[in-house]
């Protein structure tokens, strides 16, 4: 009896079997020939074998290469992008004996049973928008004139329909009457299919914290949509456009922009079209600026900025992208007391400052216009002694007395009591707010920053001593000579007419 099993000492057995193994790929390499592994309207993926002179040749992974135009995958350039070794998504039109051939839209001629193919395989077709017309659009297809209705053109709503005419795009045939003459096709559909396809490789290969790019599509009150693959779209919040304060998206980017935006969040949403809510950054693709502010600032130093905003109590300004500050409405100014912020300052002006001090943990930037300038009362002590006289302003009228300007920042009390003592009291006390007066210093205190003025006489000496007498307040006599005061000597005169 004769065993089957071949004998492993026996080189001729591992020979036999190595023979039978080599019949069976020569048979199998002549079976292309009888069948095909695709239909027409699939979609394959095919590896580019050879670049001919008008044709590409691709391995699909099935029993038949693929052949495609050449013609038909040039890009906008008219160039053609490719090289062996490329992996490229094609439709099968048709199959034969000996080839596949795959094309990635059916082209401008076709007869009217390639039309029926490509409806029912659901095939791309490719459509010059000629013109539009009642409800859509007027499409040259397969040498034949199509309709496309305007909702269908596009995923989005169409805004202005004449940018589409004179386009060649790619449609799905949607409905074919007549014999061919009547042809209603879709675009929107095509488009939604394509998304589906890109959505899902989205899904898998991308995640929450991937940083890309992306263009501006659409600006809203409250952000600004970015389409960061074709058919995704992700929203940037107004507070993730930029580091600092904004009212309006339109003040920082405009449709069309490219913009690199980092990724927050992917979530599945079957209520919003597209079937993703994405949310996006465009500030955290960059640094927080205050995390490196304390490096930046530091108190005295000076620098400029933009205000922002005003409110009762001061005035935020901007110093760099980021980082704000307050100037408190008692730091704007040393020359003048500020009753309003928006008197002196208003949002978009430039102002120059001066830090006070800075808490990154707490992000907070305290800031001064009036030490920029520099106190005025520090000066005070050489330009304004005590016994000196000024013409001062009246700034301001009062049950005690008078304030009096004599200097911008520097202001002075005349009190009530001081007025009383004067040469013509009635005079002073008819004067209003804004005439001016001559006055003599009396005191300073330069810690209260605070002045005590008299109503000077122009024709007396100009000391404390001096004044007080000529204003009576010695007894009614001058220093020198007894004589009497003016003041004395017009009570006399007062009295001798009574």
Same mark, same amino acid.
């Given at each position: 009896?004769?065993?089957?099993?071949?004998?492993?000492?026996?080189?001729?057995?591992? !020979?036999?079997?190595?023979?039978?193994?080599?019949?069976?790929?020569?048979?199998?390499?002549?079976?292309?020939?009888?069948?095909?592994?695709?239909?027409?309207?699939?979609?394959?993926?095919?590896?580019?074998? !050879?670049?001919?002179?008008?044709?590409?040749?691709?391995?699909?992974?099935?029993?038949?290469?693929?052949?495609?135009?050449? =013609?038909?995958?040039?890009?906008?350039?008219? #160039?053609?992008?490719?090289?062996? &070794?490329?992996?490229?998504?094609? *439709?099968?039109? =048709?199959?034969?004996?000996?080839?596949?051939?795959?094309?990635?839209?059916?082209?401008?001629?076709?007869? %009217?049973?390639?039309?029926?193919?490509? $409806?029912?395989?659901?095939?791309?077709? =490719?459509?010059?928008? %000629?013109?539009?017309?009642?409800?859509?659009?007027?499409?040259?297809?397969?040498?034949?004139?199509?309709?496309?209705?305007?909702?269908?053109?596009?995923?989005?709503?169409?805004?202005?329909?004449?940018?589409?005419?004179?386009?060649?795009?790619?449609?799905?045939?949607?409905?074919?009457?007549?014999?061919?003459?009547?042809?209603?096709?879709?675009?929107?559909?095509?488009?939604?299919?394509?998304?589906?396809?890109?959505?899902?490789?989205?899904?898998?290969?991308?995640?929450?914290?991937?940083?890309? $790019?992306?263009?501006?599509?659409?600006?809203? @009150? *409250?952000?600004?949509?970015?389409?960061?693959?074709?058919?995704?779209? &992700?929203?940037?919040?107004?507070?993730?456009? =930029?580091?600092?304060?904004?009212?309006?998206?339109?003040?920082?980017?405009?449709?069309?922009?490219?913009?690199?935006?980092?990724?927050?969040?992917?979530?599945?949403?079957?209520?919003?079209?597209?079937?993703?809510?994405?949310?996006? +950054?465009?500030?955290?693709?960059?640094?927080?600026?205050?995390?490196?502010?304390?490096?930046?600032?530091? @108190?005295?130093?000076?620098?400029?900025?933009?205000?922002?905003?005003?409110?009762?109590?001061?005035?935020?300004?901007?110093?760099?992208?980021?980082?704000?500050?307050?100037?408190?409405? +008692?730091?704007?100014?040393?020359?003048?007391?500020?009753?309003?912020?928006?008197? #002196?300052?208003?949002?978009?002006?430039?102002?120059?400052?001066?830090?006070?001090?800075?808490?990154?943990?707490?992000?907070?930037? +305290?800031?001064?216009?009036?030490?920029?300038?520099?106190?005025?009362?520090?000066?005070?002590?050489?330009?304004?002694?005590?016994?000196?006289?000024?013409?001062?302003?009246?700034?301001?009228?009062?049950?005690?007395?008078?304030?009096?300007?004599?200097?911008?920042?520097?202001?002075?009390?005349?009190?009530?009591?001081?007025?009383?003592?004067?040469?013509?009291?009635?005079?002073?006390?008819?004067?209003?707010?804004?005439?001016?007066?001559?006055?003599?210093?009396?005191?300073?205190?330069?810690?209260?920053?605070?002045?005590?003025?008299?109503?000077?006489?122009?024709?007396?000496?100009?000391?404390? !001593?001096?004044?007080?007498?000529?204003?009576? $307040?010695?007894?009614?006599?001058?220093?020198?000579?007894?004589?009497?005061?003016?003041?004395?000597?017009?009570?006399?005169?007062?009295?001798?007419?009574?």
């Amino acid at each position: 009896m004769t065993e089957n099993n071949s004998d492993p000492a026996n080189p001729r057995d591992d !020979e036999n079997e190595a023979v039978s193994e080599d019949f069976a790929s020569l048979f199998e390499s002549y079976m292309p020939a009888m069948t095909s592994d695709f239909q027409v309207g699939d979609k394959v993926t095919g590896e580019i074998l !050879e670049i001919g002179q008008d044709s590409v040749f691709l391995n699909t992974g099935g029993k038949i290469d693929g052949v495609a135009e050449k =013609s038909e995958l040039v890009d906008e350039n008219g #160039e053609f992008p490719y090289q062996k &070794g490329d992996r490229l998504e094609l *439709y099968v039109i =048709s199959t034969g004996e000996e080839e596949l051939r795959l094309s990635k839209v059916i082209g401008a001629t076709g007869n %009217t049973a390639l039309i029926h193919d490509a $409806q029912k395989n659901k095939i791309p077709v =490719s459509g010059q928008v %000629t013109e539009t017309c009642k409800g859509g659009f007027r499409v040259q297809v397969m040498g034949r004139t199509a309709f496309c209705p305007v909702s269908q053109i596009d995923v989005r709503y169409v805004e202005n329909p004449e940018v589409y005419v004179g386009t060649t795009l790619e449609f799905l045939i949607e409905r074919v009457e007549g014999g061919g003459r009547n042809i209603v096709v879709n675009r929107r559909k095509h488009l939604e299919r394509q998304f589906a396809e890109s959505r899902q490789a989205f899904i898998e290969t991308v995640k929450p914290g991937d940083v890309m $790019q992306g263009t501006v599509a659409r600006i809203m @009150p *409250y952000g600004a949509f970015v389409e960061i693959q074709p058919g995704i779209e &992700g929203m940037v919040h107004i507070s993730e456009l =930029s580091w600092s304060r904004i009212g309006d998206p339109a003040e920082v980017v405009s449709v069309g922009d490219t913009l690199t935006v980092k990724i927050l969040s992917i979530e599945t949403a079957a209520d919003k079209a597209g079937g993703l809510k994405i949310a996006l +950054s465009v500030r955290q693709v960059s640094d927080d600026p205050w995390e490196t502010a304390a490096d930046r600032y530091h @108190p005295g130093d000076k620098v400029t900025g933009k205000v922002t905003r005003c409110m009762d109590f001061g005035a935020f300004v901007e110093v760099e992208p980021g980082i704000e500050g307050l100037v408190h409405i +008692s730091e704007i100014s040393h020359v003048k007391r500020v009753m309003k912020v928006e008197d #002196e300052v208003q949002p978009g002006q430039s102002v120059s400052l001066m830090v006070k001090s800075i808490d990154p943990a707490n992000r907070r930037l +305290s800031l001064s216009m009036k030490d920029v300038e520099g106190d005025p009362w520090l000066t005070v002590a050489e330009q304004l002694p005590v016994g000196h006289r000024v013409v001062g302003i009246i700034e301001k009228k009062a049950d005690f007395g008078y304030f009096i300007n004599l200097a911008p920042g520097i202001t002075g009390l005349l009190p009530k009591s001081n007025i009383d003592l004067a040469p013509d009291p009635g005079a002073v006390d008819r004067l209003k707010t804004g005439d001016s007066l001559t006055v003599a210093i009396d005191a300073v205190d330069l810690a209260a920053k605070k002045m005590t003025l008299s109503v000077a006489d122009t024709a007396s000496p100009q000391t404390p !001593e001096a004044k007080r007498e000529d204003y009576g $307040q010695a007894g009614g006599s001058k220093a020198s000579g007894g004589g009497m005061s003016d003041l004395g000597q017009k009570l006399q005169e007062a009295m001798k007419k009574k």
